[in-house]
């Protein structure tokens, strides 16, 4: 397995002077770090990209600024499906200016907007062709696209393991995958053996984060029973860490975040990224 660690973990916004960050993370062991884009967020893409491959280092790129609502790939409007498209191009062309692996998240609709009612006829299906679009855009440029279920809190779209293997069934293209998201599967399931082994056709990356987005271990989240199904099912994908550094000004706060469970982003990594590797052994024996 490939460890990582989101930016958020050390920093509000990616900039041209976070590129120490890419030395802590190779400092700390990591293979990859995730760097949120969105239209507020700029810096020299190619810089970032030249830097973390001096270093050994894969990067991910994943929406996390300014995201207009407009741009849904599920919205009801097609005027608003088209800007969706456009939109998430954009990312995946940043992404591919940083020579990065993957552009995930939750890109079938947009976080934080659950409309309370039954889902339409076509709202798969037509959320489906967005994706494949997407899917056959990113292939062109080397860049994956994960799919990141999250709760029903965030999403009304896809919450849940058969979900998204049923979007992805639908948008029917072989360049879509999924980030499993520990902390939000939480709310969603009863069984993280029985979810990680329905999505694992199409895994491509872990978030490990325990049920307060802390370092994960000594919470709900179940860790020996996901690592035995990732040897089971032979994943050897990414597993990174995601939490929002609270010693940011009110960056946690903002994010929703109000309990203060990362006020160091090394130790938070190093003490995440220890507690991960003793469970990959242990399910090794």
């Known amino acids: 397995m490939k460890y990582g660690a989101h930016s958020y973990i050390f920093t509000e916004r990616w900039s041209d002077d976070q590129l120490h960050i890419l030395d802590t993370a190779k400092e700390l062991g990591l293979s990859m770090v995730e760097i949120a884009v969105g239209d507020d967020v700029f810096f020299d893409r190619r810089r970032s990209g030249k830097h973390a491959a ?5 990067l991910f790129v994943g929406p996390g600024g300014v995201w207009p609502l407009e741009c849904d790939l599920s919205a009801d409007e097609p005027e608003n499906r088209a800007r969706g498209l456009t939109w998430h191009k954009r990312q995946v062309d940043a992404a591919a200016e940083l020579s990065a692996v993957a552009y995930a998240g939750a890109l079938y609709g947009h976080p934080g907007v659950v409309q309370r009612r039954p889902p339409p006829s076509d709202e798969y299906p037509r959320t489906a062709e967005g994706l494949h679009a997407l899917a056959e855009y990113a292939a062109a440029r080397n860049v994956v696209i994960a799919l990141e279920p999250m709760s029903h809190f965030r999403s009304h779209m896809v919450n849940t393991p058969e979900q998204v293997m049923r979007l992805i069934g639908l948008a029917d293209h072989t360049n879509l995958r999924v980030l499993f998201d520990t902390y939000h599967f939480v709310t969603e399931i009863r069984s993280y053996e029985a979810a990680l082994r329905t999505i694992a056709p199409r895994l491509y990356a872990l978030h490990a984060c325990e049920n307060d987005r802390g370092t994960p271990g000594g919470g709900l989240i179940p860790w020996e029973a996901i690592f035995s199904v990732l040897r089971e ?25 109000f309990h203060n469970v990362c006020p160091d982003g090394r130790a938070f990594t190093e003490r995440g990224i220890a507690f991960l590797k003793r469970m990959e052994a242990k399910a090794r024996k």
């Not at 001096?54 to 894969?58: R, V, W, Y």
């Open 54 to 58: 001096s270093l050994g280092l894969d």
């Open 233 to 257: 099912t032979g994943f050897s994908g990414y597993v990174s860490l995601e939490s929002y550094n609270s010693s940011v000004g009110d960056f946690a706060i903002q994010r929703g975040l």
